[in-house]
């Protein structure tokens, strides 16, 4: 293997929080003020795809985002390939012969290719889904072996916090934890047994273009400014996630509709208690807020609800039965917008692909 290019490539899917993270307790490890609960998107149209190549002859390890290369420098992306390199295992062949030992990744330098298929840093999860696809595909690469069950959703947190959330399919509730080290803030899938299966999304693209306040600064002043944010965290979201997980369990979209329509906007309303403010939603965002609310009005129950993450684009959730009905509405008010609307999954443990 001395002169050998070693590769991996693996895909890995966005997520949409229904109860939002916002705020870090501790930057350094990245251990969130709250705990938070994701829905895993199983799409083609929003992914990220990674390849990981390892050689002893590369000079320093590199990245290419989308075909331009950027800094690996980074604290995070370092810390999360220190923590994936102290846990590599041995690879071996099929049957079973030793090819690298361990001891010898230390030799070994990456160059990581990735690209998304969607707009980046739009407020539409592509870090989520990039860090989990750099944390799998060098796990992959390395034969990662786990010492507790979840530590590879830690390492991915420290390169993003909701990329932790992305290493699983259908809901997934990230811990927010007590332990002053972060192994016990990890991310755990939901078991929905065959339930929600008729839950789809429709993403509306109302800008494509990169957002002005990252979510790492943004957090930063809303954890320094908003009273409101340390009254959602301490008051608020403990009772909403237990009344979602419940909702989750029962399959009650009602309830699920109308939590996740209040998390995002209370999310937004911290934005707007930060100081100076943060504006994510524009215009076009509120419309849809608007548009929804009219609709369910209309048709006299919650058969839509709408979630926006850091970014003006907008998620939103509704049942089978009422996707065409939804759909036809949506371009009779708003004329064209880029639909994606595609399957979610439901409870099948989806671990980002590899190949
Ligand atoms: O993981 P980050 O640093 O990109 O923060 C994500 C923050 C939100 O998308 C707004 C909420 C969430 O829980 O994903």
Redesign the pocket.
């Known amino acids: 293997l001395e002169n050998e290019l070693l590769s991996v490539t693996c895909t890995a899917p966005v997520?949409?929080?229904l109860?939002?993270?916002?705020g870090k307790r501790d930057e350094e490890k990245?251990l969130p003020l709250n705990p938070?609960l994701?829905i895993t998107l199983d799409v083609d149209d929003l992914r990220t795809k990674t390849t990981v190549v390892a050689s002893k002859h590369f000079d320093r390890d590199r990245l290419w985002l989308n075909g331009k290369e950027h800094d690996i420098s980074s604290k995070r992306m370092q810390t999360c390939i220190t923590k994936l390199r102290q846990g590599a295992g041995d690879l071996r062949s099929d049957d079973g012969t030793l090819l690298i030992a361990k001891e010898e990744w230390k030799h070994y330098r990456f160059h990581i290719i990735s690209e998304n298929n969607f707009p980046t840093a739009a407020?539409l999860?592509s870090?989520?889904s990039g860090?989990a696809c750099f944390v799998y595909s060098i796990s992959q690469l390395l034969c990662f072996k786990e010492t507790f069950p979840g530590e590879l959703t830690t390492i991915a947190r420290q390169g993003?916090?909701?990329?932790c959330?992305s290493l699983l399919g259908g809901f997934v509730l990230?811990e927010c934890g007590i332990a002053p080290d972060g192994t016990d803030s990890i991310a755990k899938q939901m078991d929905t047994g065959d339930k929600w299966k008729h839950l789809r999304i429709v993403i509306l693209i109302v800008n494509d273009q990169q957002k002005k306040t990252?979510?790492?600064a943004g957090?930063q002043t809303s954890v320094q400014t908003s009273d409101l944010l340390k009254f959602r965290s301490k008051e608020v979201v403990p009772v909403q996630l237990s009344r979602m997980r419940d909702a989750i369990k029962e399959e009650d979209f009602t309830t699920l509709a109308t939590i996740t329509m209040q998390e995002s906007n209370q999310?937004h309303a911290c934005c707007l208690d930060t100081f100076p403010p943060i504006f994510y939603l524009t215009d076009v965002s509120k419309e849809i807020i608007q548009f929804v609310h009219d609709y369910n009005a209309k048709c006299g129950g919650t058969f839509v609800a709408y979630t926006f993450?850091?970014g003006p684009n907008a998620v939103l959730l509704t049942q089978d039965e009422n996707l065409d009905k939804l759909v036809a509405s949506l371009y009779q008010r708003f004329g064209f917008f880029p639909v994606t609307r595609e399957g979610v999954t439901s409870s099948v443990c989806e671990s980002p692909q590899s190949d």
Do not use: P
């Not at 109860?19 to 916002?22: H, R």
């Not at 993003?160 to 990329?163: C, K, N």
């Open positions: 997520n949409i929080a109860i939002k993270y916002w990245i938070s994701s407020g999860a870090s989520a860090l993003s916090g909701s990329a959330r990230w990252s979510s790492t957090m999310f993450d850091a």
